[in-house]
């Protein structure tokens, strides 16, 4: 008897530790993350477009969330029009931080400090897709150790296949073909900067709900 209660108790002591290592993948199995601690985050059902996961915390002052994008193969992104379009979106400075290689695709994670957010982000290309790791935090008390947890537990199930790039260019001309021609920078600078202003409008408004909650 003795022997079957401490094996309940283990497992039950251990249910909580298994339960945040379990990871979550994209809903096309491309990449998989381990979700933030459940005791501090809870998951949106049905996040809003672009986001394919998305996690707010507690406090509602941190949203952890994955993107994706449709872009074409023939498309060559630029890393610094990228970490620009994300300075403009928080109005404040972006740092790149060490580009990583995870099954063969390459990684650009950066962080954006303003006065009021910090966001890093991870961006991955594959196939016709981009897909953006965010990590922000509004308010002055971003969780340094979570946020690391997030972006490096990035995993990917497929790894990269040789694909024959478009001769490189001189500058960020237009690719022609798509639409008269694409704006390379710009485009890079949208991506950058994609789902901020989303993320921090949807804290605002996770914050006001609070509020109102309170009053009533």
Known sequence: ??????SITVLVLALPRFANSQTWSTPDGFLSITPPDASEFQPIPTPPPPFVGLWVSNDETRKFGVMKTQIPLNIKLIQSSAEEGLAKEIGGEVTRLPTKQVSGHEVWTMTGKS?????TQALIRHEGAGYKLMALTVGSNPDAAAVTR????LSIAEPSRSIAEPSRQSGPQPVQGLDGGVDLDNLSKRIGGAGVLLGIGLLVYFLTRG??????
């Open 1 to 6: 008897m003795f022997i079957r209660v401490l």
């Open 115 to 119: 006065a009021s957010v910090e966001i």
């Open 150 to 153: 997030f972006i490096d537990s």
């Open 211 to 216: 509020e109102k909650n309170r009053e009533t």
